[in-house]
């Protein structure tokens, strides 16, 4: 190859700073240093944890003694947040092959959620409208894929026919910028107890007119809040959500039009991101308490903590 060739492709491939480079530069060592963290605090020896993590076992020790690069503070929390649900799912049992397919899938939803396009469009040099355009593909069978295990586990759940209202729960999870009740999945008829036992049909997109125009409104302001669940509204829960520490949003929708009541449940989020938003209801309007996540999981993970605090799973 003539010389003059080898240095245009040396200068491409600096210049050309793919999603797969920023990954594994960036994000990935900060991503390991956290899971082994968390590995090792739960009882897992080095040797193990650079097994699973597919590094050296004196890599891990560096880990440990944090000698890592720390991203900025707003990825390094989302980051945490993601090495916390990973490393639990390990702990509690998960293949290294379910881990390495869990985090693939968590990072390509940050990736089309528009969030990771913030810092890689800089990493790169590129505009964040060209980085959404990579991720701009719909993936609707991971969504209900996803929303049929979360669904699976709730109504299995012990303590969560407790939390069912009048009206019924529904579990929701949306396509990435949703447009559309159909580019949310949700339960058909909703989350309603039979002999006893909460029961749902699997979940489909457009089975939810008004949860779905819920998450609609919230993606446009906060396109990483993709999924809902709404539980029962009381006293006894309201202190347990604040005990916890979660943050709690509060409207009241009495008297308006399903669009109106839509718009106002999700524009807590135009000023900051929220765990729970209570709609406090009024005159014909049952209370219900809605709580948020990133995907089906993380809401599955709040209800759970509530289940704990009010011992109703005991």
Do not use: W
């Amino acid at each position: 190859m003539p010389l003059g060739h080898k240095s245009i492709i040396t200068r491409l491939v600096m210049v050309m700073r793919t999603p797969s480079v920023y990954i594994a530069e960036e994000i990935m060592p900060y991503l390991r240093a956290r899971i082994a963290e968390i590995l090792y605090d739960g009882g897992i020896r080095q040797a193990d944890i650079g097994s699973y993590l597919g590094v050296t076992q004196a890599m891990v020790s560096k880990y440990l003694s944090g000698r890592y690069k720390r991203p900025p503070e707003e990825l390094a929390r989302r980051l945490d947040e993601l090495a916390e649900e990973v490393g639990r799912f390990i702990l509690y049992g998960g293949t290294r092959e379910e881990a390495v397919v869990l985090v693939s899938k968590r990072l390509v939803e940050l990736f089309r959620s528009g969030f990771l396009c913030k810092f890689y469009s800089r990493y790169a040099g590129i505009s964040e409208e060209a980085c959404n355009s990579i991720y701009s593909g719909r993936t609707g069978g991971e969504v209900l894929e996803e929303l049929a295990v979360a669904l699976k586990r709730l109504v299995g759940m012990e303590g969560f026919r407790e939390l069912i209202p009048e009206v019924r729960s529904n579990f929701a999870y949306a396509l990435p910028s949703p447009e559309g009740p159909e580019d949310v999945a949700a339960v058909p008829g909703r989350i309603t107890i039979a002999k006893g036992k909460p029961y749902a049909l699997p979940p489909e997109f457009g089975a939810s007119r008004f949860t779905a125009g819920i998450l609609v409104n919230v993606g446009r302001v906060r396109p990483e809040i993709r999924s809902v669940l709404n539980v029962r509204y009381g006293g006894e829960i309201m202190e347990a959500l604040e005990r916890l520490g979660l943050r709690i949003a509060r409207v009241k929708t009495e008297g308006m039009s399903e669009e109106e009541a839509m718009a106002l449940i999700a524009r807590p989020f135009a000023d900051d991101l929220y765990d729970v938003v209570v709609d406090e209801g009024g005159h014909g309007v049952e209370p219900v308490v809605y709580i948020f996540g990133r995907n089906p999981f993380d809401v599955l993970r709040k209800v759970e903590l509530l289940i704990n605090e009010l011992g109703v799973g005991k």
